[in-house]
């Protein structure tokens, strides 16, 4: 199947920048999308940012408009989400995800295990 590995989170203060890396890996897998979800303490995973694997068509939750931008490294199957002018409320497990075939599997998401963000005030 896939498996997903996100790095990069951390403290930082408010104002500042972080950048989150995404690698996926497996056998033999054709990805489609991948993107990135949130869950803060007591709220609900919530959509963040996403791209397609081609033609590089991005989305974004208009709370990280203007401030978040995603993009990706085909060769190296990373998607990155550049994370700037970071505010207190973007406090939250980063997840990354991936809509991917994996050989003898249906297309599905897969999940990685989530970066901790912490936005100091």
């Known amino acids: 199947q896939v498996q997903l590995v996100e790095s990069g989170g951390g403290l930082v203060q408010a104002g500042g920048s972080l950048r989150l890396s995404c690698v996926g890996s497996?056998?033999?897998?054709?990805?489609?999308?991948m993107g990135w979800f949130r869950q803060a303490p007591g709220k609900v995973r919530e959509f963040v940012a996403s791209i397609t694997w081609s033609g590089s068509n991005t989305d974004y939750a208009d709370s990280v408009k203007g401030r978040f931008t995603i993009s990706r490294d085909n060769a190296k199957n990373t998607v990155y989400l550049q994370m700037n002018s970071l505010k207190f409320e973007d406090t939250a497990v980063y997840y990354c995800y991936a809509l991917a075939t994996a050989f003898g599997y249906a297309t599905r998401n897969y999940w990685g295990r989530g970066t901790q963000v912490t936005v100091s005030s």
């Open positions: 497996g056998r033999t897998f054709r990805l489609y999308a």
